[in-house]
């Protein structure tokens, strides 16, 4: 295409049952090439689970050059959302995933809320995700990571395990 490049893909309501692995593959290798940062795909509504979620986080685990990626309406669960959130410990690029609507419950949810705040030392928290936004999840987890800078996120992921560190604390950090 002469140097043109798709910054926004979306595929809503396409397949019933789920995206062929193949097709998905080449689905996603076709936003690959893009040079833009601000590379948008949606594949919400196409009954995608857990062959998808394994393709879906191969790929973010690559570190791709997408801001935006949208699950919405599929039939993804806690275990898929397990195998999508691992892959956001690696993925420095991915600014938003939006997963509503799904079957994921709590233990997704945790997931989720572990790679972009992981509470169980210091230096996790400061290894994990500090780029991605999650939404649509029940009992919201958007608000994290909602600095553009990327050390904006951390600090105040640290100073908020730094403070609720204390022996006064009244605040129950278990999540």
Not at 91 to 109: D, E, F, H, Q, Y
Not at 149 to 162: G, R, T
Request: net charge negative; charged share 20%.
């Amino acid at each position: 295409l002469g140097g043109q490049f798709i910054d926004h893909f979306g595929l809503s309501k396409c397949f019933e049952d789920g995206i062929e692995t193949q097709t998905l593959k080449m689905i996603i290798a076709s936003i690959t090439a893009s040079t833009s940062d601000e590379v948008s795909l949606y594949l919400d509504k196409n009954g995608m689970s857990s062959r998808e979620a394994v393709v879906v986080a191969e790929f973010l685990r690559s570190n791709p050059t997408i801001s935006r990626l949208e699950l919405s309406n599929n039939r993804f669960d806690n275990a898929e959302a397990a195998v999508l959130a691992c892959a956001l410990s690696s993925n420095t690029n991915l600014k938003s995933i939006c997963v509503g609507n799904n079957k994921i419950k709590a233990t997704g949810r945790l997931a989720f809320l572990r790679a972009i705040f992981d509470v169980s030392s210091l230096v996790s928290c400061a290894s994990s995700n500090c780029t991605c936004q999650v939404h649509g999840l029940e009992q919201d987890i958007s608000a994290l990571n909602g600095y553009r800078s990327i050390s904006m996120n951390k600090w105040e992921k640290i100073f908020v395990m730094l403070a609720l560190s204390s022996e006064d604390s009244f605040i129950n950090t278990s999540l």
